[in-house]
């Protein structure tokens, strides 16, 4: 059965850093783009960053260029999304999303474009 598994989330302050983790299962990692999104409490679903099935692609939002870094280790199914200079604006539950890639390029941060979805794991910036 195919699975995501988010972690890494918690609280942090203003200016601090955490590192989530997304474990797949069920399935080969290395023929899926990955993406990561957020949700804020009465906001929509954002597209965070993708990286594509060859890693070789990887996407952010302006909100987050410079900030957050988008990985993936095939071997041990695991992709990752290391979020530096928190900011509050950055709170919400954290989202990974799989798609078999068309091509190994491909790397999309629309919802729509995902089949398959975590949990998630919240994430809150605070003082």
């Known amino acids: 059965q195919l699975q995501l598994v988010e972690s890494g989330g918690g609280l942090v302050q203003p200016g601090g850093s955490l590192r989530l983790s997304c474990a797949f299962s069920?399935?080969?990692?290395?023929?899926?783009?990955i993406g990561w999104f957020r949700q804020a409490p009465g906001k929509e679903r954002e597209g965070v960053s993708c990286i594509s099935s060859s890693g070789g692609s990887t996407n952010y939002a302006d909100s987050v260029k410079g900030r957050f870094a988008i990985s993936r280790d095939n071997a041990k199914n695991t992709v990752y999304l290391q979020m530096n200079s928190l900011k509050p604006e950055d709170t919400g539950f954290y989202y990974c999303?799989?798609?078999?890639?068309?091509?190994?390029?491909?790397?999309?941060?629309?919802?729509?474009?995902?089949?398959?979805w975590g949990k998630g794991t919240l994430v809150t910036v605070s003082s």
């Open positions: 999303a799989a798609r078999r890639a068309p091509y190994g390029s491909w790397c999309r941060r629309e919802a729509r474009d995902m089949n398959y």
């Open positions: 069920g399935f080969t990692l290395e023929y899926y783009g």
